[in-house]
């Protein structure tokens, strides 16, 4: 089974090279986006009002499960989070190879690096604001850029692969 975790800043281009890979997304974007139809509010306020209701936890307690779903019935799947820092991949490549022992099943960890130009991430999250009403903070946006870590293998992927 192919687990593919996507590493890169918002605007980057993980969730859009997710979509053209035909596998099953677990992603905790889903979760929000969902809580804003059901409220009718905008994923920004959807996800601003997950925050401090401690909801967003809920969020990636599913965010998990479906990860676990995947494992338990063999389907390959791809991580779309921003996956910034080399600790907290390694914890979750952690928790991906333990489910995998836990279901008797054999796991093959892709990582797939964004390396986009600032000037680019700027100018998509523009255009997602536009088109697709989501927002991401500035600050927010900065501090991943700024956060953001290359990955490696002794992290515990199986193989890398650089999308510019």
């Known amino acids: 089974m192919l687990v593919t975790i996507l590493v890169g800043s918002s605007g ?3 969730s859009t090279h997710a979509k053209t890979l035909g596998k099953v997304i677990c992603s905790t974007d ?19 009002m997950s925050q401090p209701t401690g909801i967003f936890k809920k969020f990636t307690k599913y ?9 338990r019935n063999d389907q390959d799947f791809v991580i779309d ?6 600790e907290m991949r390694c914890s979750l490549i952690s928790k991906l190879r333990e489910m995998a022992r836990k279901y008797g099943k054999t796991i093959i960890i892709k990582g797939v690096y964004f390396v986009t130009p600032e000037n680019i991430i700027w100018k998509r999250l523009e255009n997602r604001e536009i088109v697709e009403c989501k927002s991401i903070p500035a600050m927010l946006v900065e501090e991943q850029i700024e956060k953001y870590e290359h990955p490696s293998i002794e992290e515990g992927f199986d193989y890398l692969i650089k999308k510019l």
């Open 12 to 14: 980057s281009g993980k």
């Open 30 to 48: 889903k979760y929000v986006e969902e809580q804003a139809s059901i409220l009718g509010v905008s994923y920004d306020n959807a996800f601003k």
């Open 63 to 71: 965010f998990y499960e479906d990860i676990e779903y995947c494992i």
């Open 81 to 86: 989070r921003t996956n910034l820092g080399s």
